[in-house]
């Protein structure tokens, strides 16, 4: 149907906004109806305030934020809502229609985020028929059931956490070797590179670059590096995994990729080069597991002022003794995981767009 057989008019025509009402932690008790604040569901009750489904808009707080129950529900006083007696419209319909108004920047309190209801009554919308209403958020819904259906089941961080675990067996009768005894090179990063910084280069990897078993790429800096023993010595290698040694961040680690290879690290970073003995992926994974090589960083942290681990203390660490075919194997397999992460992150990224672009065709009439 043609959006010119739609009817002009604005929010506050077609629903009202009512107030929730207050219900503290202290005064609920425990049943089957969900309690709603601003920014979702925050506990449950045994009795609701709506009676029946409820469309839920943050008022204090997540201002704007519109959150829908299928249920009949309690919304706090930190929102407004809107079930089916409050309008005429259809719920699910009206829920999409509301998500889509930028709500969120309706802000008008300055000390503490609120949403104007008559702000939000004034905003213009096209109103089609029921039937349409309907059908819209038919299409809607699908859509982001399609969303919701690339983000489901375990992530392949938890995956690669199972494998390893599989790899080495019951945590307490794995054999343990220092880990020193396994790389055949540890450095950290230099002083005064931000002097080489540059619009060209060769990557630079700074703490805040190394995240849990992987480095992120997205804003890493360029170095024009200069040509001496320092700048040699600190040049990373595929193979070679990094871990950041202070700051409040201590602890991350990854092994370095190919579009890595030949860059650069700040003074907060360690390269560990494992020798023939050790596949870099595997000895990652180890170290960020958290009843791994996490709990031994914890350990050396304790009691310091100033967190850091020194080339002794990473050396003293301590790794399971696993044959390097296994290693090998646990790293195939984890890149076949990196291969299905990337492809379903693919279809997440198309998922997305395709709601979002529905959802801005949908109340402009072009579905």
Not at 277 to 284: E, G, H, I, K, Q
Request: aromatic letters at 8%; hydrophobic letters at 35%; glycine letters at 8%.
């Amino acid at each position: 149907m043609s959006a010119s057989q739609w009817q002009t008019t604005t929010v506050g025509k077609i629903c009202t906004f009512s107030y929730g009402k207050s219900l503290p932690a202290s005064s609920r008790t425990d049943g089957p109806v969900d309690v709603f604040g601003s920014n979702g569901a925050v506990g449950r009750h045994n009795h609701p305030l709506t009676s029946g489904p409820t469309i839920i808009i943050g008022r204090k707080g997540s201002v704007g934020e519109v959150h829908y129950s299928a249920a009949a529900c309690w919304p706090i006083d930190t929102t407004y809502f809107v079930e089916a007696k409050s309008t005429e419209c259809d719920l699910r319909w009206l829920y999409w229609l509301l998500a889509s108004l930028g709500l969120t920047d309706m802000n008008r309190a300055a000390a503490v985020p609120g949403l104007n209801r008559d702000d939000a009554y004034r905003l213009p919308v096209l109103l089609p028929p029921l039937d349409e209403q309907r059908r819209i958020a038919d299409v809607l819904d699908r859509a982001d059931n399609l969303v919701a259906h690339c983000t489901q089941g375990p992530s392949v961080s938890e995956l690669k956490d199972s494998l390893m675990r599989r790899t080495l067996g019951p945590f307490h009768s794995i054999e343990m070797v220092e880990l020193g005894s396994r790389l055949s090179f540890v450095t950290s990063g230099g002083r005064g590179w931000a002097r080489y910084y540059s619009a060209t280069g060769k990557p630079f990897v700074r703490s805040y670059d190394v995240k849990m078993n992987k480095v992120d790429q997205e804003s890493m800096v360029l170095v024009d590096p200069p040509n001496n023993a320092e700048a040699r010595r600190t040049e990373v290698r595929t193979g070679d995994v990094l871990l950041t040694i202070t700051g409040s961040k201590i602890g991350r680690v990854a092994p370095v990729p190919e579009s890595l290879s030949g860059g650069f690290v700040s003074q907060h970073v360690a390269i560990l080069r494992p020798n023939d003995a050790l596949n870099a992926v595997f000895l990652s994974h180890y170290l960020s597991l958290s009843d791994g090589g996490q709990r031994q960083i914890s350990r050396l942290q304790y009691g310091q002022t100033k967190p850091g681990l020194n080339f002794d203390q990473i050396r003293g660490m301590r790794i399971p003794q696993v044959s390097i075919q296994a290693q090998n194997s646990f790293a195939a397999a984890a890149g076949q995981l990196d291969t299905v992460e990337r492809t379903y992150s693919t279809r997440l990224a198309c998922a997305i767009e395709l709601f979002s672009s529905l959802q801005y065709r949908a109340f402009r009439g072009e579905l």
